[in-house]
């Protein structure tokens, strides 16, 4: 079954204990990317990978680290999280950028909680 | 900057026709998106639209897209309670190389 997993799903950590969201997909897809949810500010992208050791920033890196060594794998990394990092966080792939009619799959969601 | 702009509710009473609306700020959006996202699951992609097209119907799902005004509609016909989801419109801006969503309108069927 085509898909793509996160792990875990659920976490609730302390402020300054680093972690680590893993992201895997089945699909073969170059594209990967990372969202946090926020309560009336939508999906928020973070960072992406066009391809195997290509990543970029998005909207807000701020706090966040990424890798793309294999291209089924994408962590998200939070070398000292904080609070305000609290959020749901979505992997994504594509076989593209995301653009055009390629549809990007979603993980199901890592809740975060940062005390 | 790119925007893309949604109300954040929308109740309707069951068999009636949702309607929710988006609008966005960058004309270069060259195809525009509505996910839907069920409780506690990710975001699917339920349809989508290309900017040189003004509607497109799909059973129960009918995408308006008025780019005169850069307006978005999607109206779901006989609403069920299955429709009961937030619905997140989204736009692929070429000039930025990326997907840009709105805020999400949860959906929310009355008996």
């Known amino acids: 079954e085509a898909q793509v997993t996160q792990n875990p799903r659920y976490l609730i950590t302390v402020t300054g204990k680093k972690l680590t969201v893993t992201c895997s997909q089945n699909?073969?897809?170059?594209?990967m990317s990372w969202y946090r949810q926020d309560p009336g500010l939508g999906l928020r992208q973070i960072y992406y990978?066009?391809?195997?050791?290509?990543?970029d920033k998005g909207d807000v890196p701020e706090g966040y680290k990424v890798s793309r060594k294999e291209k089924r794998n994408f962590p998200l990394i939070l070398e000292s999280p904080s609070p305000n990092q609290t959020s749901l966080y979505f992997c994504a792939s594509s076989s593209t950028s995301g653009g055009g009619r390629n549809e990007q799959f979603f993980g199901p969601g890592t809740r975060l909680t940062v005390l | 900057g790119e925007d893309v702009e949604q109300s954040l509710f929308l109740s309707v009473r069951e068999g009636d026709s949702s309607v929710i609306n988006c609008t966005y700020t960058?004309?270069?959006?060259?195809?525009l998106y509505w996910y839907k996202q069920e409780p506690g699951a990710g975001l699917q992609l339920l349809t989508y639209i290309f900017s040189n097209m003004d509607m497109k119907q799909d059973q129960r799902l009918t995408v308006l897209l008025n780019k005169k005004d850069k307006h978005l509609s999607l109206r779901i016909a006989d609403t069920q309670t299955g429709d009961s989801a937030i619905y997140f419109c989204?736009?692929?801006?070429?000039?930025?190389?990326?997907?840009?969503f709105g805020s999400g309108t949860r959906l929310s069927i009355r008996p």
């Open positions: 699909m073969n897809h170059e594209y």
């Open positions: 989204a736009g692929w801006y070429s000039s930025a190389s990326k997907i840009i």
């Open positions: 990978s066009m391809n195997v050791e290509v990543t």
């Open positions: 960058d004309s270069s959006s060259t195809y």
